[in-house]
Structure formats: C-alpha cells, structure tokens
C-alpha cells in the first residue's frame, strides 16, 4: 500500500492508503475519498480547482509538466507548494507525502 | 425582443445539438451564451486538444467539432446571443417565459433548455483588499477596449498568457504599464515572457516579480495600489486595475431560479431530461441523474430526447411522429 496523508482545513491529519499499481491521479483519489473538490475539467490541467499544497514531500514527486506550470502561473494565490492533483500520479513517490486541499 | 420557440442556455456542444434536435421537429432556437463565442469548453477551453469518443471519429480536434456542429445546424437558422450572461428567468401570464441578460436582451420563449455546462466562465479574482469597492472604478477583470487606458497608468496583474500579451499590447498605448507577478518566471509562454523583459530593461514596462497587490486605495475612483515584494511594501498610483489569472466556471443566476440543485449541478428526469419546473429542461454536463456521464455524446443524447418532449410546449395541438432523417431528409427551417 501507498501511505499519504491530507490535512484537513482544521488542521487534522487524514491518512489514506492506496494499492500499489493502481492507475489514478490524485485528484481522483481525493474525490473517491469524498473530499470537496471540484475538478470541473475533469484531470486536464485547466480549471486549478484540484489544486493542492504539498507540505511535506514534494520533492520526490515528478515534477510538473509546461501546463501545469502554467496554470499555477495564472492562480491568484499559488506559491512553490502548490500542484494540480490532477497531475500528480499516485504511486509510490507519494509515500509519507502530506497534501493539504487549497481553497 | 426576440421571440421564439426554444432559449437554450449555454451554445456549447449540447446545446448546438438541441438546436438540430430542435429544427428536425420544426421548432426555432435561440442560443444565449456569456462566452464571445460558441462552442462553450470546446472553444474556450481546449480547442487544439483531441477528442476521442465521439461516434464516427475516430479523433476530432474540439474547435473542429464546435465548427462541425455549427454547420449541423446551419438549416435551422438559430439566433445567438453572445458574450451576455443570462441573469433572469419570469414566467409570463401567457404560461411562455422571459430570459433576461447581463445586457438587458429579451428572449421570449415557449420552452427554456439549459446547455449550460459547468456554468459561466467568470473571472477569477485576487485576494486584495477593497477590490469589490473599486469595480467598475478602476478595476476590471478584462481589455475589452484598450483605447481607455491611452494616457493612463495601468496595473496588469497574472503570469499567464494574457498578462504578458496585454502587458506588450499596452505599453505602446498606456502612458505607463506596470506588471505585478507573484512568481518570477513566465512558463507557459516563453517569447512573450521574452518581450516582456527587453520591454521592462528599456523602461517601457515596470516589472515587479515575486511581488502581490494587497490592497487598492482611492476616493471614488482607483488612485494607488498597495504592493508587497521582496523588499517590502510600496505604494505606486495608478488610475487602473487589471487582474488577469484566467476564468473560473460558476453556476451563477441560475442556482435561484428554483431548479433542485445538488452539488452544482440540476436535477433531471431521464425520461425526457425535464427539471422540477414545466417546461425547463437541462442537458449536458449541467445535469445530475444517478449514472451520470459527463460526456459530450451522453449531451447529445439528452437533446434528443428533450426536443422530443419539449414538442408539446410549441406545438400543443399536433401530435408527434418519429421520423428518420435517413428518410425524409433534413428541411430547411424558415427563419
């Protein structure tokens, strides 16, 4: 299993675990956990409603692509933490990451 | 005003489609979208990119499909009113109902078809200070004409495409141009990202990277903005305000016109994609139904179905027969 947490917008710590080898990205996860989240483009890197903060790991994830980047650029409020979620893909890079949902 | 048979909301792929539902059946369309253009997300959003699933090809362009659709119903001569947001909804005594824009348009209908996808595109807004007080004062949210910033100093705000091309557009109309950037790299679009750096070493452009505007000041009208960078807190005057960071889709207006609504979205009877109020109808990717797929071809299903219903509302006295277009033909539409 893949072991990540996400803070909560009072500040608790959530753990989830995800199986190894499974073909989603983060966003999606986040949405099948019932998390409130828009994600009106459906994972295209063009509406920054997934966008997440990475508080702790961020690093060992891949990092973002030009449209990502891009979209991050256009954000009012964004800074060397933040990522789509719909970019991130869930697999063991994500192990001991801590996200916190933004907005 | 403008009268006819259908208002649909929203001139995306579904609602393009209802408008050829709708003429095989004989009945007249009028498109109202706050987008400039048609298409809805195919155009605005992602039109370079590819589509995949759409019956019969195997890949399509999305402005391509926009533009296939357009000619699709071509025959049945629909109206469009663009760039105006529908603000409200009013039944009338005669049991048709009233559409009302942003820009004052009437559109009087016999049946209402909300196409409205994930709502309007409206413009994403900074956290600064006194921003709402100055609207319309100083601050927009867009360049609708650039003549008005001739002889003035104007504040761009973004790091997107938009920031950098309007930043080069008005340095040679404004008398001063300032662009405020909370990062200090332009990814997305390197050259203009380029010119905006030869255009601020030559003084054309006041460049201030890794800096936010917090707040706005002024009596009645903008007169000075509030930046923080790296070296702290700076006043700079400035007559106008442009936030440029993209848009973002809202349901808007239409969450108080007494549809049932669950999570942004309008609920329908997938008999014939009726809403809670006669003669409403939703489709597309703003409808919820339990096994909703938001997916252009499940759109153009959903008109389908609604032209077939909303037939009795324009034509109460005749009764409908199915018909194949493989048989009869498409007839063109008078307009």
Redesign the interface.
């Known amino acids: 299993m893949i072991n990540f947490i996400v803070e909560s917008h009072d500040g608790q710590h959530i753990p989830i675990s995800v199986p190894e080898g499974i073909s989603l990205n983060l966003m999606e996860v986040l949405k099948a956990s019932d998390y409130d989240i ?1 994600a ?3 994972g ?1 890197a ?4 997934c966008m997440v903060q990475v508080l702790k790991g961020g690093q060992q994830l891949a990092s973002a692509l ?2 990502e ?3 991050l ?7 060397d933490k933040s990522r789509l979620s719909c970019q991130i893909a869930v697999n063991e890079q994500l192990e001991g990451c801590v996200f916190k949902i933004a907005g | 005003m403008i009268t006819t048979d259908i208002g649909i909301i929203g001139a995306g792929p579904a609602g393009l489609f209802a408008v050829f539902e709708a003429g095989l059946l004989k009945m007249h369309c009028h498109l109202i979208d706050s987008l400039p253009q048609v298409g809805g ?1 195919l155009s605005e ?2 039109p370079q ?1 590819p589509i995949y699933d759409i019956p019969g090809y195997p890949t399509v362009n999305a402005q391509q499909l926009a533009d296939k659709l357009m000619e699709q119903t071509a025959p049945f001569h629909p109206g469009f009113t663009l760039g105006e947001r529908v603000e409200t909804l009013q039944k009338l005594a005669d049991g048709t109902w009233l559409i009302s824009t942003s820009e004052g348009t009437e559109i009087n209908c016999k049946v209402v078809v909300i196409a409205g996808g ?1 709502g309007c595109f409206e413009p ?4 600064v200070d006194r921003l709402a007080e100055f609207e319309g004062k100083g601050v927009s949210y867009a360049v609708r004409n650039p003549e008005q910033f001739r002889g003035r100093h104007v504040v761009l ?5 938009s ?1 950098l091309d309007w930043s080069i557009f008005l340095a040679d109309i404004a008398e001063r141009v300032t662009l405020v ?3 200090d ?5 390197p050259d203009a990202a380029e010119k905006v750096f030869e255009l601020a070493k030559i003084g054309k452009i006041d460049l201030y990277l890794k800096t936010r505007v917090v707040s706005l000041d002024g009596a009645g009208h903008l007169e000075a903005l509030c930046l923080v960078g790296p070296e702290g807190q700076s006043i700079i005057n400035a007559e106008h305000f442009v ?1 440029l ?2 848009l ?2 809202k349901l808007g207006p239409i969450e108080n016109w007494g549809l049932a609504i669950d999570k ?1 979205a309008i609920e329908v009877n997938t008999t014939d994609y009726s809403t809670n109020i006669e003669g409403i109808y939703a489709i597309g990717d703003i409808n919820i139904y339990p096994g909703k797929l ?1 997916l252009i071809l499940c759109g153009f299903h959903e008109a389908a179905l609604m032209a077939q219903s909303a037939f009795k509302y324009v034509y109460p006295d005749q009764r409908l027969t199915f018909k194949y277009t493989t048989v009869y033909g498409i007839t063109e539409l008078q307009q």
């Open positions: 828009l009106t483009c459906g295209m063009l509406c920054a409603t030009d449209q980047l891009d979209m650029d256009r954000m009012p409020a964004s800074d | 997300q959003i992602y990119k994930l994403r807004k900074p956290e705000a973004g790091g997107g495409d920031a950037h909370r990062g790299t332009f990814r997305g679009s936030p960071f993209g973002s889709p942004s938001k």
